[in-house]
T-cell receptor
Framework: DVKVTQSSRYLVKRTGEKVFLECVQD?????MFWYRQDPGLGLRLIYF???????EKGDIPEGYSVSREKKERFSLILESASTNQTSMYLC????????????FGQGTRLTVV | AQRVTQPEKLLSVFKGAPVELKCNYS??????LFWYVQYSRQRLQLLLR??SRESIKGFTADLNKGETSFHLKKPFAQEEDSAMYYC????????????FGQGTELSVKP
């Protein structure tokens, strides 16, 4: 059974804190993605990575950074959390190649107070 | 820029009625298009992909390159179809990004 696991289901952080969201996949996938999911806005891509130590900005990278030191792990970092980063964060992974399926984690509900 | 648009935030139908969830895209090239579904309290998961041309859970979607659309259809909706549906496009022009639309919530009433 394929697995994408996000380290936390719920997080509450204070404004200005540095926040780490972790994602691990056990499928040996090359690609990994971080999205935020907001009602009415759908899934917006923050960053994605197509290989270890490689990353590409998505549509809303401001205020975020990422790290991929190992193939199975992709971390999203909020350098200084703000209230407008309160959201549901979804991690996904996929193989490289045409028409490949993306597998999603269960999501992390982050609240910044 | 590559973009996916789902014009309806909410679609409410009665059981047994036909359903069509709209998806339009902008992409310069041959698109790879998908429909993903998220049932209540479950993970987002793939429903179908345009290349497969298959019917999944009674749903089909046809790629219309002329109208740049990939609408999702089902002839007879069931209550268990109630969920959030997202249309997605893989953009190789942008290094393999997987881009999603805004989502449509389908509510099937008894």
């Amino acid at each position: 059974d394929v697995k994408v696991t996000q380290s936390s289901r719920y997080l509450v952080k204070r404004t200005g804190e540095k926040v780490f969201l972790e994602c691990v996949q056990d499928m040996d996938h090359e690609n990994m993605f971080w999205y935020r999911q907001d009602p009415g806005l759908g899934l917006r891509l923050i960053y994605f990575s197509y290989d270890v130590k490689m990353k590409e900005k998505g549509d809303i990278p401001e205020g975020y950074s990422v790290s991929r030191e190992k193939k199975e792990r992709f971390s999203l970092i909020l350098e200084s959390a703000s209230t407008n980063q309160t959201s549901m964060y979804l991690c996904a992974s996929s193989l490289t190649g045409a028409n490949t399926e993306a597998f999603f984690g269960q999501g992390t509900r982050l609240t910044v107070v | 820029a590559q973009r996916v648009t789902q014009p309806e935030k909410l679609l409410s139908v009665f059981k047994g009625a036909p359903v069509e969830l709209k998806c339009n895209y902008s992409y310069s090239g041959s698109p790879e298009l998908f429909w993903y579904v998220q049932y209540s309290r479950q993970r987002l998961q793939l429903l179908l992909r345009h290349i497969s041309r298959e019917s999944i859970k009674g749903f089909t979607a046809d790629l219309n390159k002329g109208e740049t659309s990939f609408h999702l259809k089902k002839p007879f909706a069931q209550e268990e179809d109630s969920a959030m549906y997202y249309c997605a496009l893989r953009s190789y022009n942008q290094g393999g990004k997987l881009i999603f639309g805004q989502g449509t919530e389908l509510s099937v009433k008894p």
